[in-house]
C-alpha cells in the first residue's frame, strides 16, 4: 500500500491570502498546505479520499493517472470543490466512478451537484455514481479485473455538529476533520499502523482537534505511527513537529507512506 498525502492544510489553505506571517513567508516547502486530501494505492487500485479546490494541481504534480473511487469524508467546500476536475479521468475510461459518502454528505452533494447526480445530468460531467456508505464496503478497478476488490471500513466520527465520515483501508485510516470519535469507532481502528489525524492549531476549535486533544488521540489509538494533517497557518513546520511525541509527526504535502496492505 502506498499512501500520498496531497494536500494537509486547512480550508484556505497556506499560505493565507494577504498574510505575512512567519509560516506564511515561511521558505520551508513543508509549510505550503493545500486543501486536504489523500490518494492511497492498493495492488493496483486507486482510491482517493476528497477532491478540494486544489486537486488539479495536486493531481498534476503526484502524476496521478488512475482514479477508481472517490470517498467523501463531509460535504464542506474544501472536500468536494474539486469534482469536476475528475473529468479527465473518463475521457478514455468510460466506466463510471463510485462516489462514496455518508448519507448526510450524499443528500447535499445530489443538491449542489445536481448536474453530476440529477435525472437531468450534463452529458459531459464526471461519470460519478454516488453511493451511501451504510457499512464496509470494496472498491474494484475500473481498468482491470485482475486487480483484487480492496476492502474499505467507514469511521464513524464528529465535525462540530456535522456527522462526518474517515476511513481505514487495511492498516491505514485517514481521520481529517474531526473533534469527536466515539469509542465504537476507536474500536474499529484497533490494530492499525498509519494513521492520519485531524490537528488544526493550539488554539480551541470546536469543530476540529487542536493540537495537543490530537497527540491524546492519537495515543489512545496507539497506531505505530500518526501524522497530523489540516493545519493552519499558526503552525510552523520545523518547530511544531520538533515538539510532537515519538512516533507522531505533521504531514506535510507530497508525504508519500507505504506499508503492508494488511
Not at 475528475?86 to 443528500?107: D, S
Not at 481498468?143 to 465520515?165: F, K, N, R, S
Not at 495515543?219 to 511544531?240: D, K, P
Request: aromatic fraction near 8%.
Amino acid at each position: 500500500m502506498t499512501v500520498t498525502l496531497l494536500g494537509t492544510g486547512t480550508s484556505v489553505g497556506v499560505p493565507v491570502l494577504g498574510c505575512d506571517c512567519r509560516v506564511c513567508t515561511s521558505s520551508d516547502p513543508r509549510d505550503r498546505r493545500t486543501r486536504c486530501a489523500c490518494l492511497v494505492e492498493v495492488d493496483g487500485v486507486h482510491i482517493l479520499i476528497d477532491a478540494g479546490p486544489d486537486f488539479r494541481m495536486q493531481a498534476m504534480r503526484e502524476d496521478i493517472q488512475a482514479v477508481d473511487a472517490l470517498l467523501i469524508t463531509h460535504h464542506h467546500f474544501d472536500h468536494v470543490a474539486g469534482l469536476d476536475d475528475l473529468r479527465p479521468y473518463f475521457f478514455w475510461n468510460r466506466q463510471p466512478m463510485p462516489c462514496i459518502a455518508r448519507e448526510n454528505t450524499a443528500e447535499v452533494m445530489r443538491t449542489t451537484f445536481y448536474y453530476i447526480f440529477g435525472e437531468d445530468r450534463y452529458s459531459g460531467a464526471a461519470l460519478l455514481q454516488l453511493q451511501t456508505a451504510n457499512g464496509p464496503f470494496e472498491v474494484r478497478s475500473r481498468y482491470t479485473d485482475d486487480a483484487p476488490p480492496v476492502p474499505v471500513q467507514p469511521i464513524e466520527m464528529t465535525h462540530g455538529d456535522l456527522p462526518a465520515l474517515g476511513y481505514r483501508i487495511g492498516n491505514f485510516a485517514y481521520l481529517t476533520d474531526a473533534s469527536y470519535i466515539p469509542d465504537a469507532s476507536f474500536e474499529k481502528l484497533d490494530g492499525v499502523e498509519i494513521v492520519v489525524l485531524d490537528a488544526l492549531r493550539h488554539k480551541p476549535h470546536y469543530k476540529h482537534f487542536t493540537i495537543p486533544e490530537a497527540v491524546d488521540v492519537a495515543q489512545r489509538i496507539g497506531a505505530r505511527q500518526t501524522y497530523f494533517t489540516h493545519m493552519t497557518h499558526s503552525v510552523l513546520h520545523a518547530e511544531e513537529d520538533a515538539r510532537l511525541p515519538e512516533g507522531i509527526n505533521l504531514g506535510y504535502d507530497g508525504l508519500i507512506i507505504t506499508l503492508d496492505a494488511s
